[in-house]
Nanobody, 114 residues
Framework: QVHLVESGGGLVQAGASLRLSCAASGSISSINAMGWYRQAPGKQRESVAWITSGGSTDYADSVKGRFTISRDSAKNTVYLQMNSLKPEDTAVYYC????????WGQGTQVVVSS
């Protein structure tokens, strides 16, 4: 079992930056990749960014050049650095881990005001 805890959300103005953190605990060796999803009100949950155990990354087109996913293996933590935030980035951001199974965090709210 893997337990994920997100933090770092908040209310910011457009153009600001936020860094989200996702701390993993439990069966860490079961994880092959970790990523961030988001779900805006009335919309489906969408993938934002992924990082594999090998360090490869992938981003949604809507965040390329603005968001950066990284990891600290020693801390079992994945980060999402979000720069140049836009109102359309407003959503609940969820951390997800994939491996022998899939695990989700509880989510952290990001609100970007115009």
């Amino acid at each position: 079992q893997v337990h994920l805890v997100e933090s770092g959300g908040g209310l910011v103005q457009a153009g600001a930056s936020l860094r989200l953190s996702c701390a993993a605990s439990g069966s860490i060796s079961s994880i092959n990749a970790m990523g961030w999803y988001r779900q805006a009100p009335g919309k489906q949950r969408e993938s934002v960014a992924w990082i594999t155990s090998g360090g490869s990354t992938d981003y949604a087109d809507s965040v390329k050049g603005r968001f950066t996913i990284s990891r600290d293996s020693a801390k079992n933590t994945v980060y999402l650095q979000m720069n140049s935030l836009k109102p359309e980035d407003t959503a609940v951001y969820y951390c997800k881990a994939a491996g022998r199974s899939m695990w989700w965090g509880q989510g952290t709210q990001v609100v970007v005001s115009s």
